[in-house]
């Protein structure tokens, strides 16, 4: 009974595809987010979505697009995708933005050749 | 510009020892301290955190304790079991809703080996 659950887990792909990740969680929570962990191992924040609104948009390409049908869904969609993009992306989810307390997915490991 | 860092890339304790993972921080303003526990191929989960207002916080074999003048936190495991063996990244809030709604600092982890 997975509480933050993401599509694939794993994912190849060449340079200049357009690649989706899906996420979806059962917590009921309200805020849902997107991080990527570099080869460095650092987690970073990149977009945040309290009920399907959009409150933390970090510094990331346009080319990365978030959306949120519902406030149980958070998509990553990536155009034209770079060797750069290789991380492993972690979809998360907190029962209210001021919620400290985040649960995370398993992970979407991206692989760019 | 990392505003929690992790020196020590990992630490290797025996079964039954007390593991010590540290964490030391930049950002005056952060208010709140967590520590996740994450397993190869799985995601991050919560372990144990600290409000500001308090210097000690424990929930079973799991103590934080938390030195403001500092800026430094540490972790501590007392009995180590195997199952602990994992790598543990520590994070950290403020409370400056304005800019950085929900928005947690992580260092880079520190694996954690615990040996029979």
């Known amino acids: 009974d997975t509480a933050v659950s993401q599509t694939p887990k794993y994912l190849v792909t060449q340079m200049g595809n357009d690649k989706s990740i899906k996420c979806e969680q059962n917590?009921?929570?309200?805020?849902m987010y997107w991080y990527k962990q570099d080869s460095k191992k650092f987690l970073k924040i990149m977009f945040s979505y309290n009920n399907k609104e959009l409150i933390i948009n970090e510094t990331v390409p346009n080319r990365f697009s978030p959306k949120s049908p519902d406030k149980a869904h958070l998509n990553l969609h990536i155009n034209s995708l770079e060797l750069g993009d290789s991380a492993v992306y972690f979809c998360a989810s907190s029962q209210g933005y001021d919620s400290y307390e985040q649960y995370f997915g398993p992970g979407t490991r991206l692989t760019v050749t | 510009d990392q505003q929690v860092k992790q020196n020590s890339p990992s630490l290797s304790v025996q079964e039954g020892r007390i593991s010590i993972l540290n964490c030391d921080y930049t950002n005056s303003m952060f208010d709140y301290f967590l520590w996740y526990k994450k397993y190869p191929a799985e995601g991050p989960t919560f372990l144990i955190s600290i409000s500001s207002i308090k210097d000690k916080n424990e929930d079973g074999r799991f103590t934080v304790f938390l030195n403001k003048s500092a800026k430094h936190l540490s972790l501590h495991i007392v009995p180590s079991q195997p199952g602990d063996s994992a790598v543990y990244f520590c994070a950290a809030s403020s409370p400056d809703r304005g800019s950085t709604l929900g928005r947690l600092y992580f260092g880079r982890g520190t694996q954690l080996t615990v040996w029979p």
């Open positions: 917590l009921g929570h309200d805020t």
